[in-house]
Each structure stands twice: as structure tokens, then as C-alpha cells.
């Protein structure tokens, strides 16, 4: 009976895949399922850089914003950081992230690469391949192809095995096979070529049921689709038969320590999708749809911060970024409701001139037409059928019915949110935040004997001469030391009172002692990272010992042959006398150890052994090199979780285990933000820039799933610099007010994120009001019903919608033809 029972579970679970499985194929215009030529609006979002709790909320979050997709890179060096020890558990575990894209209904775009670049570290790649004799990456070499090979086909038949692949009844539509290679193919030459060609018969082989694609390569073989990435893709040409895909809209972009805040703004963002779909686009995918956090070690570069936030239409949280996420929405709903011309149209262009056009796409006697404006200094007015519209520069009008004009790229009908981060609300009523900390010192790694006697003491290894810093750590840490000792006589021609200490270091951070004693340190400020260390010491007589730490900030994410790029300290090192007399120290026996004590006896506050360890009360501040530890309460509420660790120099922080991921608040921005940004023109990373001389990052992102619900909370310090954990703070990330500037004609909606109410309205004015945030002014004419009608509406709601009209709010004495109404709300 069982066995019956069983047979029949079978049965209707295949006749279930098989009827939900759909073939995806596509055309010169777009990618087709089940025939169907279909409009696909994506957003990228990583599952390693949230947590699985997160996910099914951002990912309803951007179905609510008008995405039908969501595209993901696999990450390979975090599924496998050892040779063959797999990893796809908590936020690694990528059926569950693909299974929750299902859940909603979404599509789904997997780029497996497996290179990804994505200001992760070493790319994506695993450390552990140098180690691989004679290897070379991303080329015709047959250690790095076979490694390829294994990993790409275990995450394909993992897909496989779960019917993720929408040939099976999964969501995946399409797979991406390599990633950005015609960025650095020349480097390679007929390798590259060859390469290249032999990803493409791979990738075929492995029988996925749903396209391929490579995208920045010019030179994808027939059978890849060749797609575009930037911040604009309309003029984009795909090959032959190929539709016109964009895999990485640029919603943003990243930071590096010492950075500054980069802002694209919504105008420009939505110029950007409308130009592309205006011109034959049926693909786009935002990079990043939500940016998220560099848990742990993840962030590459060398120098990327903790935060990706990536100035997203989802912030680092998972709060919408407003206004960008509401424009870009409205944006999407006209776009989708044209699905059906847009893919099957056939579209005439008209060029007006002075950068001024106007498309019209046909279809089965309905028509929808787009009027581009490129230019970056003026408004056109076109006669079109009889008809004038005035065009806004640098924007996009869409006319769904090819008479009345529904949307423009650069009116915003959309509330800006204000995010404020404050002490908890149970703070406020009394719950006390203030830490209690205790400190224990880091024991610094020294050597205890000269090192020619070669001792063998645990965790350390001996080698002649200077080795690449990845080698010997397999990026198991940030941190390595170099260690190694010289005698020094009086008869030593180098000998003086004083001697210098130089390095020559392929660093991003290097921590210098002599005799047990720091001399000194240095690290990197302008993205050059090589540099040369020099400091005096009084040397005594005998043995010397030199002891080096090198520190890495995230490991080269991006170029041809990065795995070639060197780590640590490489050398030369050598002791210089005053009289020009050298003593090179290079292919001295150098001892090395990995990591840091603390964290070799998981400095994490979960771990007993730690716990046993003497602490202290009476902590320092400003000593390098220490641990801090303190308890802190669980916030109550929703609101997204944040530390402040203002004051602190550098290092690495867990709340209850989880590392949050590397901290830098002492590593100031440059100057020279400007004080307003114009969305017209081309944009670029350093056009619309904040935070100038501040912190570069200040807020460290604590997920709520990481902290307790019951009882308190352990936080744990690694201070590398010296810093005053004083200063350091629990705080909840707040919508606190909203404003808008809505246009006539339009429907505003007013929000408070999260379970917040609108408690007030602060400003209100229809008609021709002036100013911004903070500084709202009545214009010479509006409605005397502003206020009023606003907080009838609003006030008590979590949401209200108000349609911006002289229906709504009476008739104005304002002559102008274009109304607004400017409002300000407080949660």
C-alpha cells in the first residue's frame, strides 16, 4: 500500500513539473516563453550580501516596485573558500534564494560566471586556486578550465536536481557563462579567443533548457547572447538574431574607504530605462536593485567598504529609497502595460534635431510612443500630429496612447523619504543602551628564538624568503606576519645608534616592531597599493628581531590576471645605515604566522574558552591592537538595526557570533562635494557626491535575525588602530518625515516605512510653491484648503493617496498651466 502510495507521489509530482515547465527561447526582439515575446524589468540582489530573513521581503519589495526578475551572481569562493569544502548553508544557500524568487512569481536570471567581479573579493574567485600548478585564470589553461568545469557543473546540476530551471517548472530563465571578459580579452590574445569559445560549448553542454548569455563581449560565439552593462545601454547593437539585453543598469555605484557617497539620481536612472525600452530594449536589469552589506571578509577591491548600499532603489536595510524606488515604479507600470506592442511593434523613429526624437511602435492598429530628450542644457517643444508637447531635458515622455502623456523621466511624483538614525524607541522610554565594556590586549606574535634555529611553535611556518601574502593565508584572514631576526656587532659595518627599517610592501596595511617594540605603521590613502615603510630604531646588540604584520583590505576584484597582483610584503627588506651601507634582509628564513590570537580562540563572545579568558574593566582608549567586549538589549519594533562606532580607528566587528564585517570610521572622506547635483548630462561615479570630509562609513548594518529576541546581545571588538569605544552606539534606522513636489494631473501617495503612522503634516501648499526639504515656501498663489485636505487624508494612516488636482484642493488664483503641490509629512 505504501509502496502504491509512494508510486503515485511520483507520478503526479512529474506530471506537475511537467506541466508547469515552460520552453525559453528567443528572437531578434526578446526573450520568448512559451512563444510569448516578454518584456523583462530585473534587479540584482545578492544573497550572500542579506540574510535569508531578509529575502523574502526584498523580493516582495521589488515585485511591488514593478520587477518581474530578479538576477543573482554565484559566488564562488564562498560556496567553496577550501578545495572541495562546499558551503551552501544560511544566506549561502542558493536553492532557498531561488525557491523564494518562485515563491513570489518572479522570474528568475542566475549568473554562475563563475568569475563575477562585483566588488567582491579576488572576484569571486577561491584563493586556493594558485596553490594549482601551472594555473593561469580566465584563459585557455587546463587547471583553471578544469576547476571551471567542476564548479560550474555542481551549481547547474544542483539547479537541476531541484527543477529550478524553468525548462523543469523553476523560475531561471536564462544563465550567465563568464562575466565581462571583452573588457580584458585583448589581454590574452588567441588564448582569450580560444577561452572564450570553449565557455560558450561548455556552457551548451551542460543542457539547461534556457538561453545563455555573456554579457560585455562583443565576441560571445553564436550561440551566447551578447549583452550590455553601464549607465546607458540604448545605442547598444546585440549580434545577429540576439535581442537587445541590459544586464547591469548602474543604479548607483560602490564606495572605497576614504570615499565618498555616490548618488545617481532618479531622473537620471529612469532617462536611462526609458531611452533603452524607447529604442528596442525588452531587457533591463538594475545594478544593483538592493545593495546590501560585505558581511565578514567579502568585500574586495582592494578597499571596498562594509556598506553596498550602491545608492539602490533599496537601501543597505531593505528600506525603499525614496524617491528613486516610487519613480522608477510608476515607470514600470506604464512600461509593462505596453508588453504586448513594445515586443511585437514595428517602430519608426523621427529625428528633430538638437538631439530631440520621438518614437512610435505599431502594433495591430494601437500605437504607444516615447519622445527622447537628450539634450543636457534645454526643454524642446515638437509639433507632433498637430500637437505641441514640451520635452524637459535629459528626459523621456511616454504617451501610451500616442496623445496623452502619462509619464516623463524627469517629473518626480514620488515622496523623498528622510531616514533618520535614532536611539530606540525603548531607549527613549527608559530601557538604558549605555555599554558596559571590558578589554583584554591582542598577544602580538613575536618571535622567541632566533630564527635560524627554526623552532616549531603552533600555527607557525618557516620559509626562505618573501612569500605573496594570499599564499600562506588561503584568505583565511585579513592578517599575516612576517617575522625573522639579524644579528648586529659593533664591528657590523652597519652598525650606528641608529638604524632605519625599510620595507617594500605590496600592503594595504602595514604594522612595523622591532624588539617587541612598534615603530611605527603605515597604510594606503591613494589607491596606490604599493609603498615604501622606512623607520629609525636604536638597534641592540645581538639578535634583533623584526616582526611585520601585513594586512589586507579586500583582495583584487577586477582586471586581467588579477590573480597576479601581489599581497603583503614582497620585498626588498632591508636595514639601512646612515652611510649608505645596506643590509638586506630578503632571503633572510622568515617565520610565518596567520590571523590574530583572538580570533584563533573565537573572539566572538560564543565561545566558552574565549569567555574564560581574563577581561578587564578599567578599558583604554586609543591602544592599538585591543579587544573590547560589551552586552547590549535587542531594539524593539522593525526598524532596521545599526551601530555607530564613531570613534573607533579600525577593525572588525560580531554581534553574537556574526561577523558584521570590517570597520573603518577613522578613514575620513576627501573634500569637494557640490552643492546640488543636476540630473541632466552623462552620469558618472563622481558627479553626485556626499559626506565630503566625513567618516566613510560611520553606520554598520546589525541584521535583526543576528540578534536575540530574548535576553541580551554580545558585541565584540577587534581595535586594530586605537579608537574610544565610548562613543559607540545602538541605534534603529527611522523614517522620520517624507516630503514631496508633486505635479498637476499626477497621483501622489504618502507613506511611513515600517508600522509608523503619518502623525502630523508639517507643510502643505497647492498651487506654485518654492524650496525643498526643510525649507518649503508658499508660493504667490495656492489653495487655502491645503492643510486641511492633506490632514484629513493623511494623518492617523500609515499611507494616504492624494490626487493632485484644483478637484481635490479647490481652484487656485495661479495662472500658471503647471501646478504643484509641495508637502512635508512627520511618522
Keep these: 500500500m505504501m509502496g502504491s502510495f509512494r508510486l503515485f507521489l511520483l507520478i503526479f509530482f512529474t506530471f506537475y513539473l511537467a506541466t508547469n515547465a515552460v520552453e525559453v527561447t528567443y528572437d531578434d526582439r526578446a526573450i520568448k516563453i512559451d512563444g510569448e515575446r516578454k518584456l523583462i524589468i530585473s534587479g540584482s540582489i545578492h544573497y550572500p550580501r542579506s540574510t535569508t530573513e531578509m529575502w523574502p521581503s526584498l523580493i516582495k519589495k521589488a515585485k511591488e516596485g514593478g520587477l518581474n526578475a530578479i538576477e543573482t551572481y554565484v559566488f564562488w569562493n564562498a560556496h567553496e573558500p577550501l578545495y572541495r569544502q562546499y558551503t551552501f548553508e544560511g544566506n549561502l544557500d542558493l536553492v532557498k534564494f531561488i525557491k523564494t524568487i518562485q515563491d513570489e512569481g518572479m522570474y528568475a536570471i542566475l549568473r554562475i560566471g563563475p568569475y563575477v567581479c562585483a566588488e567582491w573579493n579576488f572576484g569571486g574567485f577561491p584563493v586556493w586556486l594558485n596553490s594549482l600548478q601551472n594555473i593561469t585564470f580566465r584563459t585557455q589553461n587546463d587547471a583553471f578550465m578544469n576547476e571551471m568545469k567542476t564548479f560550474t557543473t555542481l551549481i547547474v546540476d544542483m539547479m537541476k536536481k531541484n527543477n529550478l530551471f524553468a525548462s523543469e517548472g523553476g523560475p531561471i530563465i536564462m544563465a550567465q557563462i563568464e562575466n565581462e571578459y571583452g573588457n580584458v580579452i585583448n589581454s590574452y590574445g588567441d588564448q582569450g579567443k580560444s577561452y572564450i569559445n570553449w565557455c560558450a560549448n561548455f556552457a551548451e553542454s551542460l543542457d539547461i533548457g534556457v538561453p545563455w548569455i555573456m554579457c560585455e563581449e562583443k565576441d560571445a560565439p553564436p550561440s551566447m547572447i551578447n549583452t550590455c552593462n553601464g549607465y546607458y545601454c540604448d545605442q547598444f547593437s546585440p549580434h545577429k538574431n540576439s535581442p537587445k539585453l541590459w544586464t547591469e543598469n548602474w543604479s548607483g555605484w560602490f564606495k572605497d574607504w576614504g570615499g565618498k557617497d555616490p548618488h545617481r539620481t532618479a531622473e537620471d536612472l529612469a532617462f536611462s530605462v526609458g531611452r533603452f525600452y524607447q529604442y528596442g530594449g525588452t531587457l533591463q536589469n538594475y545594478y544593483m536593485y538592493h545593495g546590501g552589506t560585505n558581511f565578514g571578509r567579502v568585500a574586495g577591491g582592494p578597499y571596498i567598504t562594509t556598506s553596498y548600499d550602491y545608492d539602490a532603489p533599496l537601501d543597505e536595510y531593505g528600506n525603499l529609497n525614496q524617491p528613486k524606488y516610487g519613480h522608477l515604479k510608476q515607470l514600470h507600470t506604464h512600461l509593462m502595460s505596453m508588453e504586448k506592442i513594445l515586443t511585437h511593434g514595428e517602430s519608426t523613429n523621427k529625428d528633430y534635431g538638437n538631439w530631440m526624437s520621438s518614437t512610435i511602435y505599431n502594433y495591430n492598429g494601437s500605437r504607444v510612443c516615447f519622445f527622447g530628450n537628450a539634450n543636457d542644457k534645454e526643454d524642446i517643444t515638437i509639433d507632433f500630429e498637430g500637437k505641441k508637447y514640451t520635452v524637459p531635458s535629459w528626459s523621456v515622455s511616454i504617451l501610451p496612447d500616442c496623445v496623452t502623456e502619462v509619464y516623463n523621466t524627469a517629473r518626480v511624483n514620488t515622496q523623498t523619504s528622510l531616514m533618520e538614525k535614532r536611539l530606540p524607541e525603548d531607549a527613549v522610554r527608559g530601557l538604558h543602551y549605555n555599554l558596559n565594556w571590558k578589554w583584554r590586549s591582542e598577544r602580538m606574535e613575536h618571535l622567541r628564538c632566533p630564527v635560524q634555529y627554526g623552532r616549531n611553535f603552533k600555527g607557525v611556518t618557516y620559509a626562505k624568503g618573501l612569500i605573496d601574502q594570499k599564499l600562506v593565508t588561503n584568505d583565511t584572514s585579513d592578517y599575516l606576519w612576517y617575522m625573522t631576526s639579524v644579528n648586529l656587532y659593533g664591528n657590523d659595518p652597519i652598525w650606528g645608534e641608529e638604524v632605519t627599517l625599510q620595507v617594500n610592501c605590496n600592503c594595504h596595511v602595514l604594522h612595523a616592531f622591532v624588539n617587541r617594540r612598534h615603530i611605527g605603521s603605515k597604510w594606503v590613502r591613494n589607491g596606490e597599493f604599493k609603498f615604501v615603510f622606512e623607520r629609525n630604531f636604536a638597534p641592540r646588540v645581538g639578535t ?218 508639517n507643510f502643505a501648499s497647492f498651487g506654485l510653491p518654492n524650496g525643498t526639504f526643510g525649507s518649503l515656501e508658499k508660493g504667490h498663489c495656492e489653495s487655502s484648503n491645503s492643510i486641511s485636505v492633506l490632514k484629513e487624508a493623511c494623518v492617523g494612516q500609515k499611507s494616504c493617496s492624494i490626487d493632485v488636482s484644483e478637484k481635490t484642493f479647490g481652484a487656485t488664483d495661479c495662472k500658471s498651466s503647471v501646478q504643484r503641490l509641495a508637502v512635508e509629512v512627520e511618522c
Design 544 to 761: 634583533n628581531y623584526i616582526t611585520l604584520l601585513s594586512v589586507t583590505v579586500g583582495l583584487q576584484n577586477y582586471g586581467a590576471n588579477l590573480e597576479k597582483t601581489p599581497n603583503g610584503i614582497l620585498g626588498p627588506v632591508k636595514l639601512l645605515a646612515p652611510s649608505s651601507i645596506e643590509k638586506d634582509l630578503s632571503n633572510n628564513r622568515w617565520a610565518y604566522k596567520v590571523g590574530l590570537n583572538g580570533m584563533d580562540e573565537r573572539g566572538l563572545g560564543s565561545d566558552p574558552m574565549f569567555s574564560r579568558r581574563r577581561w578587564y574593566t578599567n578599558w583604554p582608549s586609543n591602544q592599538m591592537f585591543t579587544w573590547y567586549k560589551t552586552a547590549f538589549a535587542t531594539p524593539k519594533g522593525d526598524d532596521a538595526v545599526v551601530l555607530d562606532l564613531w570613534g573607533l580607528g579600525k577593525g572588525t566587528a560580531w554581534v553574537n557570533g556574526n561577523n558584521i564585517g570590517r570597520y573603518w570610521p577613522s578613514f575620513l572622506s576627501g573634500d569637494g562635494c557640490s552643492s546640488s547635483c543636476n540630473y541632466r548630462g552623462g552620469y558618472g561615479a563622481s558627479k553626485c557626491e556626499t559626506n565630503c570630509g566625513k567618516s566613510t562609513q560611520r553606520w554598520y548594518h546589525v541584521p535583526r535575525s543576528f540578534l536575540n529576541k530574548r535576553g541580551l546581545n554580545t558585541l565584540v571588538l577587534f581595535e586594530e588602530f586605537g579608537g574610544n569605544p565610548c562613543l559607540v552606539t545602538v541605534k534603529t534606522v527611522t523614517n522620520s518625515k517624507a516630503y514631496a513636489h508633486a505635479y498637476e494631473g499626477s497621483s501622489l501617495e504618502l507613506s511611513c516605512q515600517g508600522k509608523r503612522v503619518i502623525s502630523n503634516v
